[in-house]
């Protein structure tokens, strides 16, 4: 499995506790990708995970496609929405699942004032709410169908397969 802007890296360490046989952690944060292999060796799972610091975008001819392709609540985070979300579904196998902020006009009104709080304070800490049909619309152009969606309040989970 691949994990993108896996952070402390939950989303594979529960998947590799589920049976998974190896992960890539690509995360941006040298102190969250510390934090991962940290909690990869607690586990037990230190020789399953191959840990990578940097932007994905960047990294990504480097990296291997996988079955399943994870990011859980990175695309709000990064800029380029369009590159991320394509080069990780290329990667995906067979899953593709992201969480991302729900499509809606309130939580773009909430961006944008936390944006003008970032940029008061100096902070280059920027995030996005991406429509969703535009992320759907790439993920579907990698060859994936959508298998579920869920919305909470604030974010949606998306998962996609590849047709057999």
Same mark, same amino acid.
């Given at each position: 499995?691949?994990?993108?802007?896996?952070?402390?890296?939950?989303?594979? #360490?529960?998947?590799?506790?589920?049976?998974?046989? !190896?992960?890539?952690?690509?995360?941006?944060?040298?102190? %969250?990708?510390?934090? @991962?292999?940290?909690?990869?060796?607690?586990?037990? $799972?230190?020789?399953?995970? +191959?840990?990578?610091?940097?932007?994905?975008?960047?990294?990504?001819?480097?990296? +291997?496609? !996988?079955?399943?392709?994870? #990011?859980?609540?990175?695309?709000?985070?990064?800029?380029?929405?369009?590159?991320?979300?394509?080069?990780?579904?290329?990667?995906?196998?067979?899953?593709?699942?992201?969480?991302?902020?729900?499509?809606?006009?309130?939580?773009?009104?909430?961006?944008?004032?936390?944006? @003008?709080?970032?940029?008061?304070?100096?902070?280059? +800490?920027?995030? $996005?709410?991406?429509? +969703?049909?535009?992320?759907?619309?790439?993920?579907? @152009?990698?060859?994936?169908?959508?298998?579920?969606?869920?919305?909470?309040?604030?974010?949606?989970?998306?998962? %996609?397969?590849?047709? @057999?």
């Amino acid at each position: 499995m691949l994990d993108i802007g896996a952070g402390v890296g939950a989303v594979h #360490l529960e998947l590799l506790e589920a049976g998974a046989a !190896a992960a890539v952690d690509v995360d941006v944060s040298p102190a %969250y990708v510390e934090a @991962a292999r940290d909690e990869a060796a607690r586990r037990g $799972h230190s020789a399953q995970v +191959t840990h990578l610091v940097g932007d994905f975008v960047t990294a990504a001819p480097d990296v +291997t496609p !996988a079955d399943v392709v994870a #990011l859980d609540k990175v695309v709000c985070c990064y800029s380029d929405m369009v590159a991320l979300v394509s080069l990780s579904a290329e990667r995906a196998g067979r899953r593709y699942g992201l969480v991302y902020p729900k499509d809606s006009w309130w939580i773009r009104s909430m961006m944008v004032i936390a944006n @003008a709080g970032s940029r008061i304070f100096r902070s280059r +800490t920027r995030i $996005h709410a991406h429509r +969703t049909a535009a992320v759907d619309g790439l993920v579907r @152009a990698a060859g994936l169908e959508p298998r579920f969606l869920r919305k909470t309040v604030f974010w949606q989970v998306a998962v %996609y397969e590849r047709p @057999a």
